[in-house]
């Protein structure tokens, strides 16, 4: 069983925040969903301060072993979740982690301060890919900016943070060492790339946005050469993803000093692939002694 900043999970396999609507997913499952929950915690969609309607279609396009998505992060707002959402989240059979958002340090503190207030939250992430207002710049392409807000946050919670980090910068250990230094409990890397796809039917830009971020296999190797280049420079742990669609995925991101890996594009295909993953890393870890050696040596 393994334990992810204090946290006691059955196994290592979480979704990727915004690739499983699990309120959704009851809806269609029922409560045959709790039998079998494809994750041993549970990353909500991002929340934002105020509510989202998210972009206009075209949202998301495929591309070879991979999809292009800008979603515009429809949500709730922060009221809305903690109203509506939050108690249905509450009912899973896994603990939660609520991804967060917000342009500025204010905003921030408030949307940590009210979520951490509540018992029903295991831990939040703070999803970073995103402007300051102040400064134009994304804080999580900018190692100053990231530990700034860490310092801000870490005092309102005990709750662990998650710095959820974007891999569209040239060196994103130095981010994760900025983290850990502002105070965050782990990091989760990778985000999406950023990416572009024109529709051959019309010659212009195949989702609305113009561009998005790039999941799935495709990125899988650029993945796994951040999460070693992080897991080098930082001691906190690590929650792995991109692109992962197998337990032998899943165990090259343990093995390269990952303690909990996420599992994204994959459950677009295949809502259970969670569940698949896990069993499959299970045999993968059983079998692979230099895979389990490498975890013992975490
Ligand atoms: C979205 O466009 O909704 C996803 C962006 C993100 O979570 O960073």
Same mark, same amino acid.
Request: proline residues 8%; contains cysteine; aromatic residues 4%.
């Given at each position: ?41 549970? =990353? &909500?969609?991002?929340? @934002?301060?105020? !509510?989202? *309607? ?10 070879? +072993? $991979? ?119 782990? =990091? &989760?890397?990778?985000? @999406?790339?950023? !990416?572009? *796809? ?10 609305? +946005? $113009? ?88």
């Amino acid at each position: 069983m393994p334990e992810f900043c204090g946290i006691e999970l059955d196994h290592p396999v979480v979704n990727a925040s915004g690739t499983y609507d699990a309120i959704a997913a009851r809806r269609v499952f029922g409560d045959e969903l709790f039998g079998d929950f494809p994750f041993s915690a549970f =990353v &909500s969609k991002t929340i @934002t301060p105020e !509510a989202r *309607a998210g972009n206009e279609p075209r949202r998301i396009w495929e591309t070879p +072993a $991979g999809m292009i998505n800008s979603i515009g992060l429809p949500n709730k707002g922060l009221d809305g979740f903690l109203a509506e959402d939050l108690p249905q989240l509450a009912e899973l059979p896994v603990p939660l982690i609520v991804s967060a958002m917000a342009t500025n340090r204010e905003d921030f503190s408030r949307m940590v301060a009210g979520v951490a207030a509540r018992d029903e939250v295991a831990a939040i992430e703070l999803n970073v890919s995103c402007p300051n207002v102040h400064s134009g710049l994304i804080v999580g392409e900018q190692p100053g900016e990231t530990e700034a807000l860490l310092e801000a946050l870490r005092p309102l919670t005990g709750k662990p943070l998650i710095v959820k980090l974007t891999p569209n910068v040239a060196n994103p250990e130095a981010v994760a060492v900025a983290a850990e230094e502002g105070g965050a409990d782990a =990091v &989760s890397l990778i985000n @999406t790339l950023k !990416a572009s *796809a024109l529709d051959p039917a019309t010659g212009k830009p195949a989702i609305a +946005a $113009g561009h998005g971020g790039l999941s799935g296999p495709a990125v899988r190797p650029i993945a796994l050469q951040q999460l070693r280049a992080v897991r080098a420079a930082v001691e906190i742990p690590l929650v792995g993803m991109g692109g992962i669609s197998s337990g032998a995925d899943a165990a090259e991101f343990i093995a390269a000093g990952a303690t909990l890996v996420a599992v994204g594009t994959e459950s677009f295909r295949d809502p259970q692939a969670g569940s698949r993953i896990a069993k499959e890393l299970e045999t993968e870890m059983s079998r692979v002694p230099a895979r389990v050696q490498a975890l013992h040596l975490e």
